[in-house]
């Protein structure tokens, strides 16, 4: 439990050390220190090139280190290889750098998200109640990086203030600048985890029993009217997720954060999630998948909502993130799991399979391109986007989908219910 809660830690700070601050770097003039590049460009680096990722990643990490390699070395290549592709990135200013690099990090990276998960349930008797506590040190490492950085390498003499990131100091000079940096920082932390993969539990590959292409079976699912429902409606709400990690930045930093402190503000997310998680069990019970899903879409209108409102006080603006949970964890956790129950026994990693390319794969491509457009099209002349306008666009998407489902999706409470139930008894 103590090294598979360590690989948890490690494997989300390697992400949570660099894509807080991506979109602010990317999107600030190069006079402030950053990059300069247009809402299109940052659209099409941090959708497109993950959407890439997503969609090999079945096969990188189903089919290859399945079969042939043992998990935890495998994984440990493929981060040494991100980490050498992050920090050159690092130096990099030209857009077509970029976008090549990002995309050739995304195919590597994303697999090790497959991989920590299936070396994880490998090695644990209890999943359904050991799964869960060593997941949460994710969180806890995606927090503990967007906090350490900003606060070691972007300011100075640090004080107390109530709103986060409660400790906070004077920035640095040229701090625009020093957030390429934060790329360093995820690399570093990759070839630590890289180091630390010799360490793990031996996971060797699965020489049968491994099924080519076995997420094709899953696509018969489509024919579930309530899966169905699930997918479509999961779609739209993927992509307004993507367009919060592309925009949450550039609008913290409109409203006025400082660079170091657009890192921990967002973790706000982060917190409220593992709070969330640790009832979502209970409100599946309770209240079904309907409505926990359907408040999980809700959520993201509300956000969205109260940022369409730039003028409220920022102190509001930033604790509105903690609704980032319970979009998070009601809407994407609670659809996976209703995913594993729908779903026969024979073709459940399938289906989370097909489930994750169509709202990891396609849903980032069309948030970096809705991204993208929406900040070019709300561009204000005077320089500057108007995220009063951008803000009520992506809430009325998130409403959008919240009607749907409700409207539409019904669960199959004589199969699902049960089973919940039965689980919440056994813990």
Not at 293 to 311: C, D, E
């Amino acid at each position: 439990m103590r090294r598979l809660s360590l690989m948890m830690f490690l494997q989300y700070a390697v992400w949570g050390a660099w894509l807080p601050l991506a979109g602010r770097y990317l999107s600030a003039s190069s006079k402030e220190g950053g990059l300069g590049f247009t809402g299109s460009q940052i659209g099409l680096i941090l959708g497109l090139a993950g959407s890439i990722g997503a969609i090999a990643s079945p096969f990188i990490a189903g089919q290859l280190a399945d079969r042939y390699f043992r998990t935890e070395r495998f994984l440990g290549c493929l981060l040494a290889v991100g980490g050498v592709v992050k920090w050159v990135t690092s130096s990099q200013t030209a857009f077509p750098a970029w976008l090549g690099l990002s995309i050739i990090y995304s195919v590597v990276y994303m697999p090790t998200l497959a991989l920590s998960n299936s070396l994880a349930f490998a090695h644990l008797e209890d999943r359904d109640r050991q799964f869960p506590r060593v997941r949460v040190w994710g969180r806890i490492g995606w927090i503990g990086v967007s906090w350490i950085f900003p606060m070691l390498y972007l300011q100075t003499g640090l004080r107390f203030q109530a709103m986060p990131p409660f400790l906070v100091g004077p920035e640095l000079p040229n701090v625009t600048a020093r957030l390429a940096d934060s790329l360093r920082f995820s690399a570093l932390i990759s070839w630590a985890y890289a180091l630390y993969c010799l360490f793990l539990p031996q996971t060797p590959p699965k020489r049968t029993g491994v099924e080519p292409l076995a997420f094709a079976k899953a696509f018969r699912l489509l024919r579930e009217p309530s899966f169905a429902v699930l997918v479509a409606v999961s779609l739209p709400i993927s992509v307004i997720h993507q367009i919060y990690f592309i925009q949450t930045p550039q609008f913290f930093s409109f409203l006025g954060l400082h660079d170091s402190q657009i890192g921990p503000a967002m973790t706000m997310g982060q917190f409220s999630e593992i709070a969330i998680m640790a009832l979502l069990g209970l409100m599946l019970t309770r209240l079904g998948f309907r409505m926990v899903i359907t408040l999980g879409a809700l959520a993201y209108f509300v956000r969205y909502a109260i940022w369409s409102f730039p003028a409220l006080p920022v102190e509001i603006q930033v604790a509105s993130q903690a609704l980032h949970g319970v979009c998070y964890a009601c809407f994407f956790a609670a659809a996976y799991i209703y995913t594993d129950r729908v779903a026969p026994e024979d073709v459940r990693h399938s289906a989370q399979t097909v489930f994750g390319i169509l709202i990891l794969g396609g849903g980032p491509v069309l948030g970096g391109v809705l991204s993208g457009w929406l900040a070019d099209h709300y561009a204000l002349e005077a320089g500057g986007v108007n995220y009063a306008a951008l803000w009520r666009v992506v809430a009325f998407i998130g409403l959008g989908a919240a009607a749907v489902f409700y409207l539409f999706f019904r669960e199959r409470e004589a199969q699902v219910r049960p089973a919940l139930a039965g689980a919440t008894a056994e813990r």
